[in-house]
């Protein structure tokens, strides 16, 4: 199986900062990951597929990179409307998730 | 705009079998995978598995015994079932599609979501 480690669990930030969540896959993945942004009692909702290339309709503020084994999810300023909790996912063998990592208001 | 509504029995009892569907309204059925996700209370996703009519089903290793998931192409939905459910099984369960991308219509993560329904293991 394949394991998918997040850090943070927990971020503090504020409004326009730049915030970096990384992700670690046990074993090589590819570019085959993905990031999902979920608020409180809603299902998750895609940002970025392939490790880097931005779903339909997300802003550009947010952007992906990373191969192999590590990724990085950047969120370049932050919005009000980004406090939410993101998760990382693997799909080269099965599917995966990260734990998650919480991003708060400092 | 492919929408996903599904429903399902919220309480059981432990040992009873966990039962949900998931309806595909305005969209493409054939050649998507069709997945399953839960988050316990408080707690990150878990995948659970997932179904192609082109290439059948996946299940997670660790649940497979337990997990069964089908479709009814004829109106456009699939199911879950669990068997044997425990409190560990209590969970908001979510539908969800596959993006399938490219010439090789290739898995790229999960783009439109059901509600989720909350499922309660208790006696």
């Known amino acids: 199986d394949i394991q998918m480690t997040q850090s943070p669990s927990t971020l503090s930030a504020s409004v326009g900062d730049r915030v970096t969540i990384t992700c670690r896959a046990s074993?090589?993945?590819?570019?085959?990951l993905a990031w999902y942004q979920q608020k409180p009692g809603t299902a998750p909702k895609l940002l970025i597929y392939?490790?880097?290339i931005l779903a339909s309709g997300v802003p550009s503020r947010f952007s992906g990179s990373g191969y192999g084994t590590e990724f990085t999810l950047t969120i370049s300023s932050l919005q009000p409307d980004d406090f939410a909790t993101y998760y990382c996912?693997?799909?080269?063998?099965?599917?995966?998730f990260g734990q998650g990592t919480k991003v708060e208001i400092k | 705009q492919v929408q996903l509504q599904q429903w399902g029995a919220g309480l059981l009892k432990p040992s009873e079998t966990l039962s949900l569907t998931c309806a595909v309204y305005?969209?493409?059925?054939?050649?998507?995978?069709w997945s399953w996700i839960r988050q316990p209370p408080g707690k990150g996703l878990e995948w659970l598995g997932e179904?192609?009519?082109?290439?059948?089903?996946n299940y997670n290793p660790s649940l497979k015994s337990r997990v069964t998931i089908s479709l009814d192409t004829s109106k456009n939905q699939f199911s879950l079932r669990v068997n044997f459910v425990t409190a560990a099984d209590t969970a908001v369960y979510y539908c969800?599609?596959?993006?399938?991308?490219?010439?090789?219509?290739?898995?790229?993560?999960?783009?439109?979501w059901g509600q989720g329904t909350t499922v309660t293991v208790s006696s």
């Open positions: 179904i192609s009519d082109r290439i059948g089903t």
């Open positions: 392939k490790a880097s």
């Open positions: 074993q090589t993945i590819s570019s085959w």
């Open positions: 305005g969209g493409s059925f054939s050649g998507y995978y």
């Open positions: 996912q693997q799909y080269n063998d099965y599917r995966t």
């Open positions: 969800a599609r596959g993006l399938m991308l490219g010439p090789h219509f290739d898995y790229n993560g999960l783009d439109v």
